[in-house]
């Protein structure tokens, strides 16, 4: 029903924009589940087992992030006598709200539920769920960046790139593959959270374009899986061709814009004096890399 769908996509929008705008915990939360339930009807509109079982896996991880972002911010309101976004100064209320909110965006090791919820979606909702859905979360992450546990931030990006790489290795389908993607370019933005905010929004930014161009030209070509994009060279080359150079974008390989975030995120980890970071974090982009070129050559 278009009525219904424009009320859902409204609802979608609102909860975002909620979350965004707001300064206080409560409307951020509630921003946030408007979210979550906005995107279950569009999640199950195609009546497919696979589709009920992802919007349930979803709904089931979104609500209890939810759950634990509310506990955090009571716990921190209880000890400080602040609602504000900018005051999270608990450090118990620190850590269980960069839980909370790496349990939203999919980040290792809190990353099980998003290849399996993205591969028994459609192309159009894996859009709206690899960006759009990524937006709440990361702009409650910047504005409470300055208070945050740094180790714990550091560790969860490591972890993060590490299974995106090593997971989209052995994949066929090319949903999973952009998961795992998805998880990879999360823990770069979140490994360089603490020290550059601004490098993170420049990551999330190219990271939006180039995912969007992805799933975009996936659908164009109506390839879910490898086998099928080896297919594609013949019906749309001039599509497949753009296809291959954002898959290499989103790899990072030089010099196509995806390396452009890299590059500056590993120069300011080096400034920073984490080079063992800097230097795995650049080793974990080769595995990534790695799985992106064998697309390509097929």
């Known amino acids: 029903n278009p009525i219904t769908l424009s009320v859902v996509l409204t609802s979608l929008a609102l909860g975002t924009i909620f979350t965004v705008s707001s300064s206080h915990w409560f409307l951020a939360w509630m921003g946030l589940e408007i979210n979550t339930l906005a995107i279950i009807p569009i999640m199950t509109q195609h009546k497919h087992p696979r589709a009920i079982e992802a919007s349930t896996k979803y709904f089931l991880t979104q609500a209890a992030a939810s759950a634990l ?4 911010s009571l716990n921190n309101a ?3 006598g602040e609602w504000s976004i900018m005051d999270l100064t608990n450090p118990l209320s620190c850590a269980t709200m960069t839980v909370a909110i790496c349990m939203k965006l999919g980040l290792a090791p809190f990353h099980f539920w998003l290849p399996e919820v993205l591969q028994g979606i459609n192309l159009t909702t894996g859009l709206i769920l690899s960006t759009w859905q990524k937006l709440a979360p990361m702009a409650i992450l910047y504005q409470i960046a300055p208070t945050l546990n740094t180790p714990l931030l550091l560790a969860l990006g490591l972890v993060s790139t590490l299974v995106g790489g090593w997971g989209g ?11 795992f993607s998805s998880i990879a370019h999360l823990g770069w933005m979140v490994s360089i959270l603490p020290f550059s905010p601004q490098l993170m929004i420049l990551n999330l930014t190219i990271y939006l374009i180039m995912t969007s161009t992805m ?9 879910t899986k490898i086998s099928s994009l080896a297919t594609s060279w013949s019906k749309t080359p001039t599509t497949t061709a753009l296809s291959l150079l954002t898959l290499l974008s989103l790899g990072g390989l030089p010099p196509l814009s995806g390396f452009m975030p890299k590059w500056f995120i590993l120069q300011e980890l080096t400034n920073q004096n984490t080079t063992i970071l800097a230097t795995t974090l650049a080793l974990s982009a080769l595995l990534s890399l790695f799985f992106y070129l064998r697309l390509t050559y097929i």
């Open 69 to 72: 972002l509310l506990f955090s």
């Open 215 to 223: 799933f975009l030209m996936l659908k164009t070509i109506s390839s």
């Open 169 to 179: 290795l052995n994949q066929t389908q090319l949903r999973k593959i952009m998961a």
């Open 78 to 80: 209880w000890l400080t």
